[in-house]
């Protein structure tokens, strides 16, 4: 009786070693270590807050480090300067075209903000917070249900609109945002919209290139992406797969950030513990004794959360230009957010990652920024804005 207990404490400690070093190796597995390579200097993390705005918060960054790179100050531009004014002018195109091929939300694209650079000039924060309604923080709910309410009322009021439905858009835009300044002070000078655009941030808006990859179009052509959120049905220029990470490389290594548009509903988009991966999904080919008895028992709900567990040691996805397309015309990959690469990291394991800059507030492991790897980046990107100046020189040629 003795000796059974003996091999049987001594069996439960091997177990209880055995299952240590299993917890010890997953954690491991699941920790990553991230080495920054090459980071360019990038303005504060922004916080949108309740608003689906990013793509105008990261854009308006994305410009503050354009500035910054050509030998101008540190910036602070107003967030909500092109919100206020893509609300009005795709509220009127809307109308103009009944609905149809336009979008009425607050949702964007990288484009908008340029829009607005070439159109009504820019302001700084402080000219133009864009809190008119009782709130610290953007909140846009309510603001979004008017505005289209609003615009639905008049689309469907009558073939012939009356005079005074501009104005009455207007009213609600500045009840919400604040009526848009004819001049301003700024560091003891007075500006108007246009002069601080000219003489302050001095950027050209012909400079800025918006850049995607599909196969439904032809490569090395431009084309205005079918994503709900263009409605200005800006162009797009169109390349193959492996040039977007040249792109972005070439920019970095060069002292440019990104503007990156981008699906972010993957599993593997885990903004809070600071990363975004692809990973290939775990299935019966890749586990086998103990292991695959175990996943054949599993629920596909448990498969699928098995499947978001993900670390420096898990093996990526193998993108393909097919397999982008497909994730594209399977809604897979939608166009989600809006952010703007600052530069290239690694792993512990030598493996390249960019690191991005989000709009969520610094409350989170990196203060505001997370890394992507590669796989991600290639698959999951809708469209990304870069200074043409920062195109590899073989593309530049090619994209005129």
């Known amino acids: 009786m003795k000796k059974i207990f003996i091999l049987a404490l001594a069996a439960g ?28 200097k990038t303005t504060p993390v922004k916080n949108q807050n309740k608003s689906g705005t990013c793509w105008s918060f990261s854009t308006t960054s994305f410009l503050e ?18 919100v206020r ?9 809307y109308v103009r075209t009944d609905g149809v091929n336009s979008n009425l939300s607050q949702g964007g694209a990288a484009e908008d903000v340029i829009y607005v650079l070439r159109t009504y000039g820019f302001v700084p924060e402080s000219a133009y917070p864009g809190l008119n309604y009782g709130e610290k923080k953007h909140d846009h709910g309510e603001l979004e249900s008017g505005v289209k309410g ?26 919400y945002f604040g009526q848009l300044p004819e001049t301003f002070v700024y560091e003891g000078k007075t500006y108007t919209p246009r002069t601080f655009a000219d003489e302050v941030m001095k950027l050209n808006p012909d400079d800025y290139v918006s850049i995607t990859s599909f196969t439904h179009h032809p490569f090395y052509t431009q084309f205005p992406l079918e994503v709900s959120d263009n409605w200005l049905w800006a162009p797009s220029w169109n ?13 970095i290594e060069n002292g440019y950030t990104v503007a990156w548009g981008a699906d972010v509903s993957e ?16 299935t019966e080919n890749d586990l086998e004794g103990t292991e695959l008895s175990r996943w054949v ?13 993900t670390g420096p040691n898990y093996k990526r996805k193998k993108v393909t230009q097919e397999s982008r397309q497909a994730a594209f015309d399977n809604k897979e990959t939608t ?66």
């Open 267 to 282: 599993p593997g988009f885990q903004y809070n513990k600071g990363f975004a991966v692809l990973n290939e999904p775990i």
């Open 150 to 175: 609003y615009i639905d009322g008049v689309r469907k009021g009558g073939r012939k609109r009356t005079t005074a439905w501009k104005n009455g858009l207007g009213g609600i835009l500045d009840a």
């Open 335 to 400: 166009d989600d957010h809006g952010m703007v690469i600052v530069g290239i990291a690694q792993d512990q394991n030598g493996e390249k990652y960019y690191k991005v800059k989000n709009s969520w507030d610094t409350n989170q492991v990196y203060g505001g920024f997370f890394y992507m790897s590669v796989p991600y980046m290639l698959e999951k990107t809708t469209t990304m804005m870069v200074n043409k100046n920062a195109l590899p020189a073989d593309l530049a040629q090619k994209l005129k």
């Open 239 to 251: 390349v193959q797969m492996e040039d977007m990470e040249r792109i972005v490389d070439n920019a």
């Open 297 to 309: 028992k599993l629920t596909p709900q448990e498969k699928a959360k098995r499947n978001q567990v």
């Open 85 to 93: 004014h893509c609300y009005n002018d795709k509220s009127i195109k």
């Open 13 to 40: 400690t091997v177990f209880s070693v055995s299952a240590a070093n299993k917890q010890k190796k997953e954690a491991a597995d699941s920790t990553f270590k991230f080495t920054d390579v090459k980071v360019v």
């Open 65 to 82: 480090d354009e500035v910054m790179r050509k030998g101008g100050p540190e910036l602070d531009l107003a967030d909500m300067w092109p």
